[in-house]
């Protein structure tokens, strides 16, 4: 497998390179991605995606919104890892990103799933008015970032309730997994992406009162060997009356 830091050469920081640079390391995510079944390597995408890191790179020299730098890690740790989440996200889902950060990973998955809408939320000001920013830059028009602090009680005005509710990195999954299905539908899916050393799902399920049987969890290894995992739990239906 070829590792995208060969794409990036000597390349330190995304605003020091020439375009061409950053384009070749997403392109090389966008493709990894399709190869991986995740997301289709449609027209445009890796274009739309360079863009919007290439103006990440811009906003970060002055607020810094992500502690990575270099282009091959963001297309790495930030845009393949984001799109990871595409499989489990069904046709024409209303989406919920808790704690979206610069955007990750509701704005690749809006970015490469034009079915889907995407309502991003974070309660950090600089970065909900980057991710606004992004929005008018470019011709996305479904996502849409707000600037709040979720209480986990499902009570605020966002739209809702939603079909998928995912975070990365918002919480600890016993944490995270009630907190977010205050904001699904029944029937929704509530989806946590996971460090390489997070629990085992029976530890979560037991931790939070979940069966077993309701989780899925699926660990994945990017091509730099960083480890991680997707951990999903499909809410039940209503009964029927």
């Known amino acids: 497998m070829v590792y995208a830091g060969k794409l990036a ?29 995740w997301v289709e390597d449609r027209p445009g995408l890796a274009e739309a995606l360079t863009d919007f890191v290439r103006l990440l790179a811009k906003w970060n020299r002055v607020y810094n919104l992500t502690a990575l730098e270099d282009p091959t890690e963001v297309a790495e740790l930030h845009l393949l890892d984001s799109l990871a989440v595409a499989p489990w996200v069904p046709a024409g889902a209303r989406v919920l ?98 460090g390489g050393r997070a629990p085992e799902v029976q530890e979560i399920g037991r931790a939070v009162g979940i069966s077993e049987r309701a989780l899925e969890r699926v660990d994945y290894v990017l091509p730099s060997g960083a480890r991680r995992g997707i951990l999903v739990w499909v809410l039940e239906e209503e009964a029927a009356s």
């Open 9 to 37: 050469g000597s390349l330190k920081k995304m605003g020091e390179g020439s375009r061409d640079a950053v384009e070749n390391v997403v392109r090389w995510a966008v493709q990894e991605a399709a190869r991986r079944g």
């Open 97 to 194: 990103d808790v704690g979206a950060g610069a955007g990750f990973p509701g704005f690749p998955l809006a970015m490469a799933r034009p079915d889907v809408q995407v309502v991003l939320v974070d309660r950090t000001e600089k970065k909900v008015a980057f991710m606004k920013n992004a929005i008018a830059r470019s011709s996305l028009r479904n996502a849409r970032p707000l600037h709040l602090r979720l209480e986990g009680k499902g009570k605020e005005d966002l739209g809702g309730p939603f079909d998928v509710v995912v975070s990365r990195a918002f919480a600890a999954p016993e944490v995270w997994l009630p907190f977010g299905a205050a904001y699904a539908r029944r029937g929704g899916k509530v989806i946590g992406m996971l």
